[in-house]
C-alpha cells in the first residue's frame, strides 16, 4: 500500500495527516497532500524533468519533513516547478536527503486554488502508526 | 472538528474574560479575552484560548496576553492576538506573534461618487477591477524591481512608489507611521525571499485577501465621519493584502534561524512556533531588521493596488480620481510588531508589541495619529464578510490603558475551510451574493466558498465588544456592493 493523507479541520487554515508504511512512502504522500491543498498542480512533460539534491540536518524527523515540504513551495512560488519523483537516499532522526525530479509547471492543465504561504510548525508530528507511519502538519493559508 | 478548550475561563465583566496564571505551569501572566458570552460560545469551540495562555509564557511579557473579539485558533499565536514585551526585562521578540504575512493590512478609500452613480455602472466596475488588479494565486505584478531597487523600496517604504508615481504625499501622510518602519535591515533578507517577492508587489493574492467596493450605510458618529470624509450612501473602496512571498519568506527564514536560540538563552516554549529571541540580541534584532523590511514592503504593495484601483475608477467614471474625490482615508497594520512607548506602573516603557490579527487604536491627541485625524482619534478599519459589513472605528484613550493601544482587525473565521467548502455544496455563492445585492469574481474555484459570509462571525458583535469596552468607538458602518478575490 502507498502512502496516502487527508485534511483536517483547523479554523483559519488547513490541516494535513499523511501515512504511509514507509518513511521514503510518507516523504511522497506527505508532499503529494501539500500540493493537494495548493489545487490540482500539473506537470509540464515536455521537456525533461531536472533532478534535484535536498538535504536537511537537525535533531528533529518532524522538523525535517517540514524542511522538506518548506523547499517545494519555495520551488513552487519561484521556479513555478513541481516534484514529479523522488527517491529519499536518507530519514533518520537527524537527516533526510532527497533526490526529487523536478518539472516545470503546466499552468493551462493546472487549477491553483490556495496560495500557500508557508508549512507551520503547530501541532507537527511525525510517529509510528499503525502499519508505518503518519504525520501532521497544518499550513498557513 | 478542532479540539475545545477545557481550562478555566472566569468571566470579569460583560466583554472580559480571564485566564488565570495559575492554568498551566510556564505562564508568566493571565491571559485576558475580550468578548461577550455569545462570541465566548464559540471562542471555546477550539484551541485559540490554549494560545492564548501559551504566549502568556512568553520571556518580558508585560501586562496580560490579550485577545480581542476575533480571536480564532492560529498557529503559535492565536489570530487576534496582542502581546507586548520589555526589551529591557528580557522581553523577546516572537515571529509567530507578527505571522507569514508580515504587515498583512487594510486600506481605506472614500469617493465623492453617490452609490446612485456607481449601480449602474457596478458590473464593468467590478470586472475591470478584476481585470486590472493582479490577483490570484502567486499572481505576479505589473510593475517590476529589480533587486536593487527593491533594497531601496523595503528601507524607504511607501514614499519609494509615491515618488515614482504611484499616489501623493497626502497618502503617505494617511498610512500608519507614514507607510515607513524605521529600522529595515535589507541585508538581513534572503535571497530566497528577494527571489519569492521581486515580482508581486501590487499583487493581491488569494486567501482572504480582496478589493471591496462598498456604499457608506450608516454614519454613528457623524463629527468623526465628518473629519473622515464619510458620508451616507457615497461609495469606498477597501483593500487587504500585506507583503506577499516577500514576507511569507522572511518569516520561514526567521523560524529557521531562530530554532536553536531558546535553548541558548534558557527560554521554555509550549509550542514550537512561538520560538523567539531576546529583542536585544543579535538574533532578535537581524529579525526586527528583516521584518521591518516585509512591513514596508507590504506598504508598497497596497500603496500599487490603490492607484490600479483609482486608474479603473477613472477609466469607468471618465473622470480623474481626485476630481472623484478618491483620498485616502488610512492604511492600518494588523500582523506586525513595533516598539511603542507606554507608561506602565507609573514609569514610561518602550515595549515590543506583536499585533498578530490585531490593529493600532491609537487615540485623540496621540502624536502617532495624523494631523489630520488627531481630534477624533486614529482610524480602526475593520473588514467583515463580504456579504454582511464592515466597521470604520477610531481609537480611545482606554486602548493605551487596557491594550497597548490596540483593537480587533476583523470578523474572526468561524468554520474552517473544509467546513465552508461542505456548507456550500450545491450552492453557488456567487448568485447568492449577486441576490443579495453584491458582485463577486474570484479566480479560483475554492475561494468563494471558502470566504463565504457564513464563514465568519459577524462583525456587528465584534465591535460591539470592542465599543463596550471602550477601546474603540465606532463611525460608520460600510456595505459592500462589490468584491474581488484571488
Redesign the interface.
Known amino acids: 500500500m502507498a502512502g496516502r493523507y487527508e485534511?483536517?479541520?483547523?479554523?483559519?487554515?488547513?490541516g494535513v495527516r499523511a501515512w504511509a508504511p514507509t518513511l521514503p512512502e510518507l516523504v511522497q504522500a506527505a508532499g503529494d497532500g501539500l500540493y493537494a491543498v495548493?489545487?490540482r498542480l500539473v506537470a509540464a512533460r515536455e521537456t525533461p524533468g531536472r533532478w534535484l539534491n535536498f538535504e536537511f540536518v537537525?535533531d528533529d524527523d518532524a522538523?525535517l519533513l517540514r524542511?522538506y515540504l518548506?523547499e517545494l513551495l519555495?520551488l513552487?512560488?519561484?521556479k513555478?516547478c513541481v516534484v514529479t519523483a523522488i527517491a529519499v537516499e536518507e530519514f533518520s532522526p537527524t537527516r533526510l536527503r532527497v533526490d526529487a525530479e523536478t518539472r516545470a509547471l503546466d499552468l493551462d492543465r493546472s487549477?491553483?486554488?490556495?496560495?500557500v504561504?508557508?508549512v507551520?510548525?503547530?501541532?507537527?508530528e511525525l510517529r509510528p502508526a499503525a502499519g508505518g507511519y503518519e504525520a501532521t502538519f497544518?499550513v498557513?493559508? | 472538528m478542532p479540539e475545545a478548550f477545557t481550562g478555566p475561563l472566569e468571566q470579569v465583566d460583560e466583554c472580559r474574560w480571564r485566564i488565570p496564571r495559575s492554568y498551566k505551569p510556564g505562564m508568566r501572566t493571565d491571559g485576558l479575552i475580550y468578548a461577550d458570552e455569545t462570541l465566548m460560545k464559540t471562542i471555546r469551540q477550539d484551541k485559540s484560548p490554549e494560545q492564548v495562555a501559551n504566549v502568556a509564557c512568553l520571556p518580558g511579557i508585560v501586562g496580560a496576553s490579550l485577545a480581542m473579539p476575533d480571536i480564532h485558533w492560529g498557529y503559535g499565536f492565536c489570530i487576534g492576538g496582542v502581546a507586548a514585551t520589555d526589551p529591557e526585562e528580557g522581553g523577546v521578540i516572537s515571529p509567530g506573534g507578527v505571522g507569514y504575512d508580515i504587515n498583512c493590512g487594510v486600506r481605506l478609500v472614500r469617493t465623492d461618487i453617490p452609490a446612485s452613480d456607481a449601480q449602474p455602472r457596478l458590473r464593468k466596475l467590478v470586472d475591470t477591477l478584476f481585470a486590472t488588479v493582479p490577483c490570484g494565486v502567486g499572481g505576479t505584478g505589473k510593475v517590476r524591481f529589480s533587486k536593487k531597487e527593491l533594497q531601496e523600496l523595503v528601507v524607504a517604504g511607501s514614499r519609494y512608489v509615491v515618488e515614482r508615481g504611484f499616489g501623493c504625499d497626502e497618502d503617505v501622510e494617511r498610512t500608519e507611521g507614514n507607510g515607513c518602519l524605521e529600522g529595515a535591515r535589507p541585508e538581513h533578507v534572503s535571497d530566497h525571499a528577494y527571489e519569492r517577492g521581486y515580482d508581486q508587489v501590487g499583487t493581491l493574492g488569494s486567501g482572504n485577501h480582496f478589493v471591496e467596493v462598498q456604499v457608506v450605510e450608516e454614519v454613528v458618529d457623524p463629527r468623526a465621519a465628518d473629519v473622515l470624509g464619510l458620508k451616507p450612501g457615497y461609495i469606498a473602496v477597501t483593500i487587504h493584502s500585506g507583503s506577499r512571498g516577500f514576507g511569507y519568506q522572511i518569516c520561514e527564514d526567521a523560524l529557521r534561524d531562530l530554532r536553536e536560540v531558546p535553548k541558548k538563552y534558557g527560554i521554555e516554549l509550549p509550542d514550537r512556533q512561538l520560538v523567539c529571541a531576546p529583542v536585544h540580541s543579535a538574533e532578535g534584532q537581524r529579525y526586527l531588521g528583516a521584518m521591518r523590511a516585509a512591513a514596508n514592503y507590504a506598504w508598497c504593495n497596497r500603496q500599487i493596488l490603490m492607484h490600479l484601483v483609482r486608474q479603473v475608477f477613472e477609466q469607468v467614471f471618465d473622470q480623474p480620481a481626485d476630481q472623484l474625490g478618491m483620498h485616502l482615508v488610512y492604511d492600518v497594520a494588523h500582523n506586525i510588531a513595533k516598539l511603542e512607548p507606554y507608561q506602565v506602573a507609573g514609569r514610561m516603557r518602550k515595549l515590543c508589541v506583536h499585533r498578530k490579527g490585531a490593529t493600532r487604536a491609537f487615540p485623540a491627541g496621540h502624536p502617532e495619529v495624523p494631523e489630520v485625524y488627531r481630534s477624533i482619534g486614529q482610524p480602526v478599519l475593520v473588514p467583515g464578510d463580504m456579504g454582511r459589513t464592515s466597521w470604520v472605528l477610531v481609537g480611545q484613550l482606554k486602548a493605551m490603558e487596557e491594550t497597548f493601544g490596540s483593537c480587533c482587525h476583523g470578523a474572526g473565521r468561524l468554520l474552517s475551510r473544509s467546513a465552508a467548502i461542505r456548507a456550500a455544496k450545491g450552492r453557488s455563492i456567487e448568485k447568492e451574493l449577486a441576490a443579495a445585492g453584491v458582485v463577486a469574481r474570484a479566480r479560483g474555484r475554492t475561494g468563494l466558498a471558502e470566504e463565504q459570509p457564513d464563514a465568519y462571525k459577524d462583525v456587528s458583535q465584534v465591535v460591539e465588544v470592542v465599543q463596550r469596552a471602550g477601546i474603540s468607538k465606532k463611525v460608520a458602518r460600510l456595505r459592500p456592493i462589490g468584491v474581488i478575490k484571488g
Open positions: 485534511f483536517f479541520d483547523h479554523t483559519a487554515d488547513v495548493v489545487g537537525g522538523v524542511d518548506a519555495r513552487l512560488a519561484t513555478r487549477s491553483l486554488e490556495r496560495e504561504k508557508a507551520t510548525y503547530h501541532q507537527l497544518i498557513d493559508i
